[in-house]
């Protein structure tokens, strides 16, 4: 049957990511205690939830470009994967990340994108 036939191929693909989070303490709200995200080659991952239920920061966490309170995560990326190739994220409005100013919003946008502006250059 078809869902079978996605499955099997999808076997067939590289994993490129996988990361397993874990609740530390009690600052995190997460329902679980624990939960993996794995992405193979040609999947996409996208998460869903209430307004303030960590998304965006779980995302920045696992991506090793802000810490989250109360939360562990072990990340394993495909090694041929270079580094500014690691990440996209797409919001469904537009968003600046919490916790850091314009400024820095606007270097971790060109950093991610392999750019290396100097400060004078992002004011």
């Avoid at 965006?56 to 470009?65: A, K, N, Q, R, W």
């Amino acid at each position: 049957d078809k869902a079978v036939s996605e499955r099997e191929e999808s076997s067939d693909k590289s994993r490129l990511f996988t990361a397993n989070v874990r609740r530390k303490d009690n600052k995190c709200t997460f329902a679980n205690s624990e939960f993996t995200l794995a992405v193979d080659e040609g999947q996409v991952l996208w998460l869903q939830g209430p307004s303030g239920a960590g998304k965006t920061l779980t995302c920045l966490h696992v991506l090793g470009i802000q810490e989250a309170p109360g939360i562990e995560a072990d990340v394993t990326w495909e090694s041929t994967i270079p580094i500014s190739e690691r990440s996209g994220m797409l919001f469904q409005q537009g968003v600046l990340i919490d916790g850091i100013n314009v400024q820095d919003n606007i270097a971790l946008s060109l950093h991610a994108a392999g750019a290396t502006p100097s400060k004078q250059e992002i004011q």
